[in-house]
């Protein structure tokens, strides 16, 4: 391992992988250090992507790492009712465990240099600036200097706060995630993604199935913080309640945080930046975080090639990024935040209320900060009137 770099990125997740290639095809030295074993595994996500997203990352959706095809979704409130999202652009189930590898290889062929094995413990400043960062690696302390240090070391990211972000979470801030892959278990059609509302299901959260296949699919619940049982207590329980998913196995069994909210005013210091999970970069209504990882990979290697090519790498120069950042992603994630501390207020029969009065592209339009029509909505029952409130 060499002893100086101009960007160092902690985590080889996807945030910090499209960081590096990104950086590394501007010509910059790029090191990833992941301390994982394995990239991409064990994952921690239900495996959705817009077809649009993985155009991003320069995918078309025929790389092997596609497991199915999805062509809408279906929301089920907690009466049963149903309401079909549209197609809209297509998207797919992907497997983690190879389409981070793929997006790692990507990186590592634009020229960035990646370890694995690296577990990265503190930073190095000099003169009160970040510099560097420790690691262990085969056994061995190392201290690597970088010109920019960036974490997209995911959601437990405690290098932000190590450089001194309040990038820690709360409650608030925090769903827990867990979720089963079952293999042999009925899905009515295996092209479409399934959502399931209610909040003695899946407090402040919802339960999802979504297609690896047609008899395979990643079952997974994300709950809010509200009381001492867990999100597998939840999802088993609902599991137990459907009789085509418990006749089925589990193959893989995986839990993680998922951030929604609490977005960070300002994501850099001097020589410092933070992406991706790190950064609560994730749509707080779904907790998609691949698309926004890669948005914000973008802009951040814009803005650290200029600052690099420059030589002025400052919190002044890097604070572009926020601008850029909260311009383009978080003003509206912002409103989609709102809206789910709405959510955590209705009940189960106000809930039910959606069925008839939106449809699935209104639903689209929510998660994408566009409130206009529910609030309209709102605003003609009189028990939601009093929360509009909530949504300015
Ligand atoms: C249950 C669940 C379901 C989800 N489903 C979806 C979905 O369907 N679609 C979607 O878009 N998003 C989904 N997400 C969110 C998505 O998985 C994350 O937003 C995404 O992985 C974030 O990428 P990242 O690179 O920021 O972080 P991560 O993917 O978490 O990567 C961070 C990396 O940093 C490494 N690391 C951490 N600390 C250190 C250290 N000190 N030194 C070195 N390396 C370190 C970690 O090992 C890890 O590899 C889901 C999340 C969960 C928990």
Same mark, same amino acid.
């Given at each position: 391992?060499?002893?100086?770099?101009?960007?160092?990125? $902690?985590? %080889?997740?996807?945030?910090?992988? +499209?960081?590096?290639?990104?950086?590394?095809?501007?010509?910059?030295?790029?090191?990833?250090?992941?301390?994982?074993?394995?990239?991409?595994?064990?994952?921690?996500?239900?495996? #959705?992507?817009?077809?649009?997203?993985?155009?991003?990352?320069?995918?078309?959706?025929?790389?092997?790492? +596609?497991?199915?095809?999805?062509?809408?979704?279906? +929301?089920?409130?907690?009466?049963?009712?149903?309401?079909?999202?549209?197609?809209?652009?297509?998207?797919?189930?992907? !497997?983690?465990?190879?389409?981070?590898?793929?997006?790692?290889?990507?990186?590592?062929?634009?020229? %960035?240099?990646?370890?694995?094995?690296?577990?990265?413990?503190?930073?190095?400043?000099?003169?009160?600036? $970040?510099?560097?960062?420790?690691?262990?690696?085969? #056994?061995?302390?190392?201290?690597?200097?970088?010109?920019?240090?960036?974490?997209?070391?995911?959601?437990?990211?405690?290098?932000?706060?190590?450089?001194?972000?309040?990038?820690?979470?709360?409650?608030?801030?925090? !769903?827990?995630?867990?979720?089963?892959?079952?293999?042999?278990?009925?899905?009515?059609?295996?092209?479409?993604?399934?959502?399931?509302?209610?909040?003695?299901?899946?407090?402040?959260?919802?339960?999802?199935?979504?297609?690896?296949?047609?008899?395979?699919?990643?079952?997974?619940?994300?709950?809010?913080?509200?009381? !001492?049982?867990?999100?597998?207590?939840?999802?088993?329980?609902?599991? %137990?309640?459907?009789?085509?998913?418990?006749?089925?196995?589990?193959?893989?069994?995986?839990?993680?945080?998922?951030?929604?909210?609490?977005?960070?005013?300002?994501?850099?210091?001097?020589?410092?930046?933070? $992406?991706?999970?790190?950064?609560?970069?994730?749509?707080?209504?779904?907790?998609? #975080?691949?698309?926004?990882?890669?948005?914000?990979?973008? $802009?951040?290697?814009? +803005?650290?090639?200029?600052?690099?090519?420059?030589?002025?790498?400052?919190?002044?120069?890097?604070?572009?990024?926020?601008?850029?950042?909260?311009?383009?992603?978080?003003?509206?994630?912002?409103?989609?935040?709102?809206?789910?501390?709405?959510?955590?207020?209705?009940?189960?029969?106000?809930?039910?209320?959606?069925?008839?009065?939106?449809?699935?592209?209104?639903?689209?339009?929510?998660?994408?900060?566009?409130?206009?029509?529910?609030?309209?909505?709102?605003?003609?029952?009189?028990?939601?009137?009093?929360?509009?409130?909530?949504?300015?």
């Amino acid at each position: 391992m060499e002893q100086k770099y101009d960007i160092i990125i $902690i985590g %080889a997740g996807p945030a910090g992988t +499209v960081t590096g290639k990104l950086c590394a095809k501007k010509g910059l030295k790029v090191l990833i250090l992941e301390k994982r074993p394995e990239i991409g595994a064990p994952k921690r996500c239900a495996e #959705g992507m817009g077809q649009p997203d993985l155009e991003r990352v320069g995918y078309t959706g025929k790389e092997r790492f +596609v497991t199915q095809e999805i062509n809408g979704g279906i +929301v089920i409130t907690p009466n049963g009712g149903t309401i079909e999202l549209p197609p809209r652009h297509g998207g797919y189930i992907i !497997e983690r465990k190879v389409f981070d590898k793929f997006l790692a290889y990507d990186a590592a062929k634009a020229g %960035a240099k990646i370890y694995t094995k690296a577990h990265v413990f503190d930073l190095i400043w000099t003169n009160n600036k $970040i510099a560097g960062v420790k690691l262990t690696y085969n #056994g061995e302390q190392k201290d690597i200097y970088g010109k920019i240090v960036v974490a997209a070391d995911g959601v437990e990211s405690k290098i932000a706060r190590i450089a001194g972000l309040p990038s820690g979470n709360t409650l608030k801030t925090l !769903e827990s995630g867990y979720q089963y892959e079952m293999a042999n278990i009925e899905i009515a059609d295996p092209h479409k993604i399934y959502t399931y509302l209610g909040n003695n299901i899946a407090p402040r959260g919802y339960i999802w199935v979504f297609p690896k296949g047609s008899h395979i699919a990643n079952v997974g619940i994300g709950i809010g913080n509200c009381d !001492e049982k867990t999100a597998k207590y939840y999802l088993d329980k609902w599991i %137990a309640s459907k009789p085509g998913i418990s006749k089925g196995s589990i193959i893989e069994e995986n839990s993680g945080g998922i951030p929604i909210g609490g977005f960070l005013d300002s994501m850099t210091k001097d020589n410092f930046l933070a $992406i991706g999970d790190a950064a609560h970069q994730v749509n707080p209504l779904h907790g998609g #975080g691949l698309a926004e990882a890669s948005f914000s990979a973008q $802009i951040a290697a814009d +803005v650290m090639n200029d600052a690099i090519k420059s030589n002025n790498t400052s919190n002044i120069a890097l604070d572009r990024y926020n601008k850029l950042w909260w311009e383009k992603r978080g003003n509206n994630l912002k409103k989609v935040e709102k809206l789910v501390h709405l959510l955590e207020r209705i009940t189960d029969s106000e809930m039910n209320l959606t069925q008839s009065s939106f449809s699935g592209q209104d639903i689209i339009n929510l998660t994408e900060g566009k409130l206009h029509h529910l609030i309209k909505i709102m605003l003609k029952n009189p028990r939601l009137a009093t929360l509009v409130k909530y949504l300015k």
